[in-house]
């Protein structure tokens, strides 16, 4: 017989015999990626990591993309990056001393080597131009696909209304009209020309939050300001 402990949990210790213990399903690294707190100071996070592929699209700096990289490292997901700015990727990586066994680059259009599992999730960061859109082929359950704009324009309507999860920084007016009419928002598309600069409008289904990045003093000494050029 064992003695099993569930640590922070209200369950305590418990007795039960080898087979019971071999028996038990621990899964690691599913969702539980903080994205920040609310306007109530509630943290916000997303079920990132699932057994199904997860689309996602942001619209801002590349900072913000590295922020939401940085904390997906954080719960045990492994990390490909498709970028046509290497240089900015790689200084994120070598300030962090985040190493190549948990993060590495792809040339654009080739998946990961590796299969992604419940306790190896990936993360691919598709941050190749304005045109490109999620790959398909690129998804695989327990793999999230982050797709990255510094601006929003027409072409990526398709791409809007196919992600299952949009995060737009502060935009400009046209931007705003374009994520509106294709996200069904219109009754707060002026809300999203005024957001503060560390803050991002998070669409999942069709709803959205308004949430602050609460970056932490070490996520802002890494990575530096996270508000959107321009």
Not at 123 to 146: F, H, K, M, N
Not at 186 to 196: D, I, K, M, N, P
């Amino acid at each position: 017989m064992k003695s099993v402990a569930f640590p922070g949990s209200r369950m305590g210790s418990h007795i039960a015999d080898t087979a019971t213990v071999g028996g038990l399903n621990l899964v690691a690294g599913g969702g539980g990626l903080v994205v920040g707190r609310s306007r109530q100071q509630e943290p916000v996070g997303l079920r990132l990591f699932r057994a199904e592929p997860t689309r996602l699209l942001l619209t801002g700096g590349v900072r913000c993309a590295e922020l939401l990289a940085f904390r997906a490292l954080a719960i045990g997901a492994r990390l490909f990056i498709q970028t046509a700015r290497e240089q900015e990727w790689d200084s994120f990586l070598r300030r962090c001393v985040i190493g190549r066994d948990v993060a590495s680059f792809l040339p654009p259009g080739v998946p990961p080597p590796t299969a992604a599992s419940p306790t190896e999730p990936q993360l691919i960061v598709i941050d190749t131009g304005p045109v490109t859109g999620p790959d398909s082929g690129l998804s695989a359950p327990w793999r999230a696909t982050l797709v990255v704009r510094d601006d929003l324009a027409g072409w990526d309507v398709e791409a809007l209304v196919r992600s299952d999860i949009v995060l737009l920084q502060r935009l400009v007016e046209t931007e705003a009209a374009t994520a509106a009419s294709a996200l069904g928002l219109a009754s707060v598309q002026s809300w999203f020309t005024q957001l503060h600069p560390e803050m991002v409008g998070l669409i999942t289904k069709g709803k959205v939050q308004w949430v602050m990045l609460s970056m932490t003093p070490t996520e802002r000494q890494l990575i530096g300001p996270v508000a959107r050029a321009g």
